[in-house]
């Protein structure tokens, strides 16, 4: 019981204030992103570090964190994006110089430790970057919305997956990386998440129903081998859960695996497909 409630009152907690962020402005989103991508490669760091990798964990936060800073763009300098600027003057210097650090290092296998802490920037900054980005380029399209509908569709399909994978759940999905995944619950969180589309369309008119429906299925399937890919790197080093910052909902890349590979792919067809006009780079 004390476990449910510890559970209950997490979810709320990291719900409300995920809500509240996205709402209240653009700076707040930002800030709380930045904070989530922090501590997102701290874990996924400390993670590596059990495989016996030393990746750059300090600097990879940092880079990363420059990485996620140069989607922040709420201010342009002479038609020259900030965003820009900071990419080619500083980020990318930095990601060499990391070649440069590793010699001074004298730790064993030094280019798979210098690939580990690419690889942490490009599998946590960079989707949470994009978020921001999305956030920012469709700032005169009320964004909290559109944002709040992406994770609204998010949580359906997890709500719907775990309901119809406990009641009618039999075939296993990857039995090899995710023993309670069904087909079942896979289908029914695909379902439902298309189903709350519908309403999500009615409220948030800033994309059409088809948008909604295309974001409910690459949530829905991309977001769950998203949560797939996540078990795998956690089965690879022996872990159950990739941090212990949630209580009951284990760490920042358990709560956000589906939103760090589904991300991309909703940008993309936002950016192609949704038929808004966007902001200038």
């Given at each position: 019981m ?55 964990k ?6 990363g964190a ?14 020259l ?5 900071v ?47 999305l ?77 909604w429906?295309?974001i ?9 081998l ?22 009951g909902?284990?760490?920042i ?20 497909f ?5 902001r200038?780079?």
């Amino acid at each position: 019981m004390n476990n449910f409630f510890q559970r209950t009152l997490t979810g709320i907690l990291f719900v409300a204030v995920l809500i509240g962020c996205i709402l209240w402005n653009y700076y707040s989103f930002a800030a709380l992103f930045l904070l989530i991508t922090v501590l997102g490669l701290l874990e996924f760091y400390s993670l590596v570090e059990r495989d016996n990798i030393h990746p750059q964990k300090y600097f990879g936060i940092i880079i990363g964190a420059l990485v996620y800073i140069s989607f922040a763009n709420p201010f342009e300098t002479y038609n020259l994006p900030i965003s820009f600027f900071v990419l080619m003057v500083i980020i990318i210097p930095i990601f060499f110089t990391a070649f440069i650090v590793e010699l001074f290092r004298k730790k064993e296998k030094p280019f798979t430790n210098i690939a580990y802490t690419f690889l942490g920037v490009f599998y946590v900054a960079l989707p949470f970057g994009l978020l921001d980005l999305l956030y920012f380029q469709y700032i005169n399209y009320n964004p909290s919305k559109i944002i709040l509908g992406y994770f609204f569709l998010m949580w359906t399909n997890d709500t719907g997956a775990y309901l119809c994978g406990r009641a009618f759940g039999k075939h296993k999905l990857f039995e090899r990386i995710s023993p309670k995944k069904t087909w079942e619950g896979t289908i029914g969180g695909v379902i439902l998440s298309i189903a709350i589309a519908f309403v999500i369309a009615h409220f948030f008119t800033q994309l059409r129903l088809v948008d909604w429906i295309v974001i409910a299925l690459i949530v829905s399937i991309i977001g769950s081998l998203g949560d797939l890919v996540e078990s795998l790197f956690k089965r690879s080093i022996n872990v159950k859960d990739s941090g212990k910052i949630l209580p009951g909902h284990g760490g920042i890349l358990d709560r956000f695996d589906a939103v760090l590979i589904s991300t991309p792919f909703v940008i993309a067809y936002l950016l192609i497909f949704a038929h808004l006009d966007l902001r200038p780079f």
